[in-house]
């Protein structure tokens, strides 16, 4: 098994910044694309940004210009920087890879951070 272990969410104001990490541990041939989704109360988890093993990124429109993604592949870990924050963006954050450890890919989930934008 492998699991997702994340940190870094919390109470922040309105224009403020945090920064997500995901780490993910266990055996480990390799991970494909791996990605941080939300989910506010009463709506569905949404795809916020994306990255692939080659670094290629995607991101949903609400967060462009505002929100990076990025990874350490030595260190099997991606980062979500996220600037300029508004209340729109309070949700619990997850984090998902694709691991590769017994000749196959398989989806893994982090348990979630809460990301609250107010004043």
């Known amino acids: 098994q492998a699991q997702l272990a994340e940190s870094g969410g919390g109470l922040v104001q309105p224009g403020g910044s945090l920064r997500l990490s995901c780490a993910a541990s266990?055996?480990?041939?390799?991970?494909?694309?791996m990605g941080w989704y939300r989910q506010a109360p009463g709506n569905e988890r949404e795809l916020v940004a994306s990255?692939?093993?080659?670094?290629?990124?995607n991101y949903v429109d609400s967060v462009k210009g505002r929100f990076t993604i990025s990874r350490d592949n030595n260190k099997n870990t991606v980062f979500l920087q996220m600037n300029s924050l508004k209340p729109e963006d309070t949700a619990v954050y997850y984090c998902?890879?694709?691991?590769?450890?017994?000749?196959?890919?398989?989806?893994?989930w982090g348990q979630g951070t809460q990301v609250t934008v107010s004043s």
């Open positions: 266990g055996r480990i041939i390799s991970i494909d694309r």
């Open positions: 990255i692939t093993a080659g670094g290629t990124t």
């Open positions: 998902d890879a694709y691991i590769n450890q017994y000749g196959g890919f398989r989806q893994y």
